[in-house]
């Protein structure tokens, strides 16, 4: 099932461009987890966010969640070809005492040279 | 379609024991991965299948897990022997093949090993 929403759904971006994906669930989010599907390929681990207004870097990703836990975004600085993919938020949101991991629907990503 | 399904959903079982997991992926998907949720690192692949082939075992953590492809609606995971580090979710996801494809998972399949 895929409970958290993303947007866009997908992107076209000119390679040195600047870009943001968001994910927004309308409960609390514990635990959340940021991949990246590159084409043919399963998903690879970005980062995670567990804290309320954390920011986690990797090369040129940023990836921050928002102090009351229902939204992150992720940002690319300076956007390359490498960068092409899928990107997908997961995020365990506590239901009924489960924590159970939802995904997003993922935003296709193409960067143009 | 039904979706991806995977069973067993739960499963707890003794270290030392044998654990199997299934998956059927949706009809017409040619690709299937299978991934290790842990709480420190999300989701990790262990291995996906193309046109029932391995691609990539690279994350299969040691000899003790195996994985299957007989034909193009089953696979399997087996853990032997299990151990209680073993514990984790198992989710596996199918899609239309290599490319420029959106994944689609099963419901998991939630592992404790006492």
């Known amino acids: 099932s895929q409970e958290l929403e993303q947007s866009p759904q997908s992107l076209i971006v000119q390679e040195g461009k600047n870009l943001t994906i968001n994910c927004t669930s309308s409960k609390t989010l514990y635990g959340l987890y940021w991949y990246k599907q590159k084409y043919g390929e399963g998903l690879i681990f970005l980062m995670m966010l567990q804290k309320g207004g954390e920011e986690k870097s990797h090369e040129k990703i940023t990836a921050k969640l928002d102090e009351k836990k229902q939204q992150s975004s992720l940002h690319i600085t300076a956007s390359q070809p490498s960068h092409a993919g899928i990107y997908l938020c997961?995020?365990?949101?506590?239901?009924?005492?489960?924590?159970?991991?939802?995904f997003g629907a993922g935003t296709r990503l193409t960067v143009k040279p | 379609d039904a979706g991806v399904i995977q069973s067993p959903r739960h499963e707890v079982t003794e270290m030392g024991q044998e654990v199997t997991l299934r998956c059927k992926p949706i009809s017409g998907h040619n690709s299937l991965f299978w991934y290790r949720q842990t709480m420190m690192r999300g989701l990790e692949l262990l291995i996906y299948?193309?046109?029932?082939?391995?691609?990539?075992d690279s994350g299969m953590p040691e000899d003790r897990f195996s994985a299957k492809m007989p034909n193009a609606s089953f696979s399997t995971l087996k853990i032997q022997p299990s151990e209680p580090r073993d514990s984790a979710v198992y989710f596996c996801?199918?899609?239309?093949?290599?490319?420029?494809?959106?994944?689609?998972f099963g419901p998991g399949t939630r592992l404790t090993v006492t």
């Open positions: 997961g995020a365990d949101i506590e239901e009924d005492n489960n924590n159970d991991m939802r």
């Open positions: 996801a199918s899609s239309q093949g290599q490319g420029d494809y959106e994944q689609y």
């Open positions: 299948f193309n046109n029932n082939v391995p691609i990539d």
